[in-house]
């Protein structure tokens, strides 16, 4: 009879712990804000079909540092240019990321990403596309003319804004993007005195639904792109 008694505490004593040890753990997991900032590099990146498109999206690395004031600073360029403009031409357009984007002089583009409080699984990133190469602008509105947009929507500068991303973790080292059907994407530009415009130059619902993996790194941005030129 005792050791009945006994073995009913053991296992009442072996639930509480393992019920506190989970509260704890859901207690010590950082924000999602907090868990997203630092330095990442995309390894993996595949299409709503599930098709590898990591390469199509790489020139030569995509590489991104998030920061706590909500900043956005990499070789992200061409990623978000295939989210919005991916499609038959792209292979065309792609030959001209190189001319659009000079990553190896350490010219990044920049964006915004927004989060909620608390541990959310859906965040808002705003990336801010503009050539970072000497061409400039020039160059910018040349792929916009290539990809079929009308003379009258041409901008040196264009932010793709997408909400309701999907965002989750492997541990704390790993970090997914998907944009799927329930993400919700706006197209602006400024104006003269800096008041954000509606861009209506591409359709906002035919932005390529994607997954992206990303790991973090401890290594700088300019140390990323000079080793993957290497």
């Known amino acids: 009879m ?3 008694i006994f073995r009913r505490i053991l296992l009442v004593a072996l639930a509480a712990a393992a019920f506190t040890s989970c509260d704890l753990n ?3 997991t950082p924000p999602t804000k907090q868990q997203m900032q630092g330095t990442w590099v995309l390894t993996q990146a595949t299409d709503e079909q599930g098709i590898d498109i990591t390469q199509k999206v790489s020139f030569p690395v995509t590489a991104i540092q998030l920061t ?3 900043g956005m600073v990499g070789t992200m360029g061409p990623m978000f240019t295939y989210i919005v403009y ?5 292979a ?6 190189d001319q659009l984007f ?5 010219r990044f583009n920049t964006g915004e990403f927004f989060v909620g409080e608390g541990q959310v699984d859906n965040f808002t990133v705003e990336a ?3 050539a970072t190469a000497i061409a400039g602008g020039s160059a910018f509105t040349s792929v916009l003319s290539l990809l079929g947009v009308n ?8 932010y793709h804004k997408f909400m309701n991303v999907a965002v989750d973790f492997e541990g704390k080292d790993t970090m997914i993007w998907t944009l799927d059907k329930q993400t919700e994407a706006i197209y602006n530009y400024k104006n003269l005195v800096g008041n954000t415009v509606v861009w209506g130059g591409w359709p906002t619902n035919g932005f390529q639904k994607c997954r992206f993996v990303f790991t973090r790194k401890t290594l700088k941005l300019e140390d990323l792109v000079t080793a993957a030129r290497r």
Request: aromatic share 12%; proline share 0%; hydrophobic share 35%.
């Open 92 to 97: 065309e357009v792609a030959g001209k990321m």
């Open 86 to 90: 991916g499609g038959s031409k792209w």
């Open 26 to 28: 859901n207690l010590i």
């Open 102 to 106: 000079d990553y190896t002089s350490f």
């Open 68 to 70: 706590d004031d909500n």
């Open 2 to 4: 005792h050791t009945t």
């Open 128 to 130: 801010k596309l503009q």
């Open 151 to 158: 003379a009258s929507f041409l901008q040196q500068t264009i």
